[in-house]
């Protein structure tokens, strides 16, 4: 096997574990590395303690194979907010992104071939002429649906930055203070009146079926199917699942370099997003280190936090602890039980993290090329290759079977597939000529039916699918290079393996970096300080089920898919 190798941490050389701080933040991913900069910033002695041997959680960019630079989870960068950016000067501290215009590509199978493609770009113009392949109602009606979209984002979008409405301070407790928590009501009674009269149109978005939004604006299927896998990518959910429409405008929400919607490629892979942002905390004086797994927190006899205790009895002392690790493992293993209440460790414990997704790293020694988009003869790169690759999308109908036999138990035997290719427009993450490949495949269930075991026979049936291109495979949709070098599966082990010893994740993921999502905590409930008199406490927030990070435990800092603010 080849040697694995971590890219993109800072240097920790010469630092010391001290003793005592005045915050301690449990995992460095990208979120908790957030947390530390901004702490540090302000003034408040902080150290980031990081299981890994590198830092950046999900966020992360590793050598799997030699010369190959793979972002082993996340994949793609808009969801950071541009104040984070701009605050802990992360263009100065080395973040580079490479904005992809076109940005989604979709090659059609139709009637046994594959023919025909849809491109969309921030080319207006040519983004229509691309849809009145299919539809010329649809593309005229493309503008509008675009606008509708962003009128939603624009009055939603100061709502990421605002502190959660205290839903039990609101209902309990004296009058004075039900009246200042009727102050988080402002920023939601603003984007109210921002959206006006369409108000309940806007509103359906948030809680229909993606399907249900979309019939209303366009009738061609390859639009619309390209256009759900938005809303349903990372997670156990089919466009006919209600509320996948809010997904939908979450993925249009983020922001890069000023462009609203767009999503881009971190130069040097999605490491660079974790380099940039532990520069940052660094420079302000953070203490940022490896190798050092937090097996619990200490509590003080008020059930204060005080510190955490590592796996090697190390005890570090601190006024604040914050935890970038899940709700699960912070209050289910890191906490005393007896210090929480019974009601709350019950909705933790239910709380489901499991993902649908097999994410498939490949490393190739010449482009993918595509029945409906053929390859340059120099081998070069083509608009498309830079996108985001929707393989058999060609209908709502296809996601929506894909999920309905995972739900049952059985892997999709047509999976939605988003395939990406970083190295199309950064060339350092392979070897002249060669790159780099990501497919994000769904669904395959955790458990399938009839107890049947992830064994070798079941793994090699899922992977040898017809609509999986690999490299033993020529899909209909896609010719992989009969070469590729390697491939290599991503699970939930303490290392990369090769495709015959896989299992699927357990922990959920969708493929996206950025510390903005809901600050909301088990149950859709706002997350809980866990008693807080004055000094220290335990604050865990950790996102939806819609608005997840892609995590598997062996690539976060303690557990997956957490923020820390």
Known sequence: MAARRGLGSCSLQGRRLQREYDAVVIGGGHNGLVAAAYL???????AVLERRHLLGGSAVTEEIVPGFKFSRASYLLSLLRPQISTELELQRHGLRVYARDPYSFTPMLEDGQAQRSLLLGHDMAETQRQIAQFSSKDAQAYPKYEAFLSRLVSALDPLLDAAPLDAAAWSQGPLLQRLRALRGLQPLLRAGLALGKQLPQYYQVLTAPVTRILDLWFESEPLKATLATDAVIGAMA???????????????????????????????GMGGVSQAIASAAAAHGADLFTEKPV?????GPRGEAQGVVLQDGTEVKSKLVLSNASAQLTFLQLVPPEQLPEEFLQHVA??????????????????PSFLAAPNAGDGRPLPHH?????????DTCILHRAFQEA????????????LCIPSALDPTLAPPGCHVVS??????????????????????AYADREYIPWRHVSGPAVFCPPSALVLWLQVPGPRPVPLRQWRPPRWGSDGRCGPQCSQRGPGGLQARHRPSPGKGMVAVMTWPRVCRSPSPPPLTSQTPHSMVL
């Open 40 to 46: 540090q910033k302000s003034g408040v002695r902080t």
């Open 238 to 268: 089919s466009p006919h699942t209600p509320g996948s429409g809010y997904v939908l405008l979450h993925h249009v929400m983020g922001e890069l370099e000023g462009r609203k919607g767009a999503w881009g490629y971190v130069a040097g």
């Open 295 to 299: 097996a619990r927190v200490l509590l």
């Open 350 to 367: 239910q709380l489901d993290t499991r993902s649908p997704v097999t994410k498939i790293n490949v490393a190739v020694d010449r482009l």
């Open 386 to 394: 830079q996108c985001s690759i929707h393989l058999n999308c060609e």
């Open 407 to 418: 739900s049952s138990g059985e892997p999709s035997s047509r999976p939605m597939i988003e």
């Open 439 to 460: 497919l994000f495949t769904q669904y395959t269930p955790y458990a399938l039916a009839g107890g049947r075991p992830w064994d070798e026979q079941e793994q090699n």
